[in-house]
């Protein structure tokens, strides 16, 4: 089998334009849907999108994970229920939540980018590759948070970080072992 550096391509579903399109379309309708597995939490809810990011990231690469996320974001713009809660609108975009909505697209860059950098393989360097960029996913999402309410930066802290820190390496660790379990199926099957 040849060496590809992430599991859509190993799997042949980066072949053609229209291969790229349905993985960018399967990827952005996993992000709405997991949004909606959501604990309502003051002003930023805690859902399953970085879990969906990680695994998309990890699976398809960085140009691939990207645009996927570009693409969930455009859909939830133009009014489609795909943020948290079932929530539409551009105004998701600029609200407390738009630091780590906007933030999706690096993280899903950043953790495709490290996987084809050899971080592919083997759960350890799959759960670098995944918690790495969770944890800069942060960085934005307190900033913004910050600059958009009245909530000091140590306030912007505990609201957008302190309650996801756990949550972010446990999810790291779903999506490295969900990830190198579909090596382990694809070279056993080749």
């Given at each position: 089998?040849?060496?590809?550096s992430?599991?859509?391509?190993?799997?042949?579903?980066?072949?053609?334009?229209?291969?790229?399109?349905?993985?960018?379309?399967?990827?952005?309708?996993?992000?709405?849907?997991?949004?909606?597995?959501?604990?309502p939490?003051?002003?930023?809810?805690?859902?399953?999108?970085?879990?969906?990011?990680?695994?998309?990231?990890?699976?398809?690469?960085?140009?691939?994970?990207?645009?996927?996320?570009?693409?969930?974001?455009?859909?939830?713009?133009?009014?489609?229920?795909v943020?948290?809660?079932?929530?539409?609108?551009a105004?998701?975009?600029?609200?407390?939540?738009?630091?780590?909505?906007?933030?999706?697209?690096?993280?899903?860059?950043?953790?495709?980018?490290?996987?084809e950098?050899?971080?592919?393989?083997?759960?350890?360097?799959?759960?670098?590759?995944?918690?790495?960029?969770?944890?800069?996913?942060?960085?934005p999402?307190?900033?913004?948070?910050?600059?958009?309410?009245?909530?000091?930066?140590?306030?912007?802290?505990?609201?957008?970080?302190?309650?996801?820190?756990?949550?972010?390496?446990?999810?790291?660790?779903?999506?490295?072992?969900?990830?190198?379990?579909?090596?382990?199926?694809?070279?056993?099957?080749?």
């Amino acid at each position: 089998m040849n060496r590809s550096s992430t599991l859509s391509a190993a799997l042949g579903g980066q072949n053609t334009l229209l291969s790229q399109i349905m993985l960018v379309l399967g990827g952005s309708l996993i992000m709405g849907l997991s949004a909606q597995v959501s604990v309502p939490m003051f002003p930023v809810p805690m859902t399953l999108q970085t879990l969906a990011i990680s695994v998309i990231g990890l699976t398809y690469g960085s140009r691939l994970a990207a645009a996927t996320m570009v693409a969930y974001l455009i859909e939830g713009a133009m009014g489609l229920p795909v943020f948290a809660g079932g929530g539409a609108g551009a105004h998701h975009l600029v609200g407390p939540t738009g630091g780590f909505l906007m933030g999706f697209i690096a993280m899903a860059w950043a953790t495709g980018l490290m996987v084809e950098r050899g971080f592919d393989r083997g759960f350890a360097r799959l759960f670098v590759a995944a918690l790495v960029p969770a944890t800069l996913l942060f960085v934005p999402g307190m900033f913004w948070l910050y600059a958009v309410t009245p909530l000091s930066l140590g306030g912007a802290f505990d609201a957008a970080v302190l309650p996801f820190l756990i949550g972010g390496v446990v999810k790291s660790a779903i999506a490295a072992l969900a990830v190198a379990g579909g090596w382990k199926a694809l070279s056993a099957r080749g």
